[in-house]
């Protein structure tokens, strides 16, 4: 049972480059986010979407896309990198059918913009 | 709005000695609270969550949480610390209702070093 798996795992950008991190989930998961973690900071919500072709502004959306064409998927774009975007991005899942709301992760998408 | 306060960046213990890690809270509503434990370089890891029911929650690695409604608190323990234990400590609270189901608010996490 793989999860919840991100793609890439590590990627290095010059300013204004552009690129899209992948997110899959094998749960069959309503709910997908995209949080970034920057040291001293925890985790900001950058998008979220709570089904199949729908998405909306999380804590930090800016410079930063998503879509959400297949449920099982969840695309975060980045259409022209910043070095402030440098940080590691996580993401996550859950059901609707868990009342708890417990998420689950990805082991990261480490990005580095020079 | 909620938002979670977690006091301490860095907590620093003895193998053996008790572990405690702050979490304060804020919530209009009751809440879902959460702890995750991250490793270096790797995702998040639940540890433990309270979802209402008992007030001490007891999670994986011996670790466990007490929900304190009048001090709006969630503080993390074990009472004895294990090298393995090293790692980073997430306190979070869960959104309420409608589109915020699920959005999990997260603290500034507690960096937890076991010193031999």
């Known amino acids: 049972n793989a999860g919840v798996t991100q793609t890439p795992k590590f990627r290095v950008l010059k300013t204004g480059q552009s690129m899209t991190l992948l997110c899959a989930q094998d749960?069959?998961?309503?709910?997908m986010y995209w949080y970034r973690q920057d040291p001293g900071m925890g985790l900001r919500l950058i998008h979220y979407s709570v089904g199949e072709g729908t998405t909306a502004k999380g804590e930090v959306p800016d410079g930063y896309n998503v879509s959400r064409l297949k449920k099982q998927n969840f695309l975060l774009g980045l259409e022209s990198a910043a070095p402030s975007q440098t940080s590691v991005y996580f993401c996550?899942?859950?059901?609707?059918?868990?009342?708890?709301?417990?998420?689950?992760f990805g082991e990261g998408s480490r990005l580095t913009v020079l | 709005a909620q938002s979670v306060t977690q006091l301490g960046s860095h907590v620093s213990v003895s193998e053996g000695a008790l572990v405690l890690l702050r979490c304060n809270y804020s919530?209009?509503?009751?809440?879902?609270l959460f702890w995750y434990v991250q490793y270096p370089n790797q995702g998040l890891q639940l540890l433990l969550k309270?979802?209402?029911?008992?007030?001490l929650v007891k999670g994986i690695n011996g670790f466990e949480a007490e929900f304190k409604k009048s001090e709006t608190s969630f503080h993390l323990t074990k009472p004895s610390a294990h090298m393995s234990d090293a790692a980073e400590y997430f306190c979070?609270?869960?959104?309420?209702?409608?589109?915020?189901?699920?959005?999990?608010?997260f603290g500034q996490g507690t960096i937890l070093t076991v010193h031999p």
């Open positions: 309270y979802t209402s029911a008992a007030t």
């Open positions: 919530s209009s509503v009751p809440p879902y």
């Open positions: 996550a899942s859950t059901s609707l059918g868990r009342n708890t709301g417990e998420l689950f």
């Open positions: 979070a609270v869960r959104g309420t209702g409608g589109t915020s189901y699920g959005k999990l608010t």
């Open positions: 749960m069959n998961h309503e709910y």
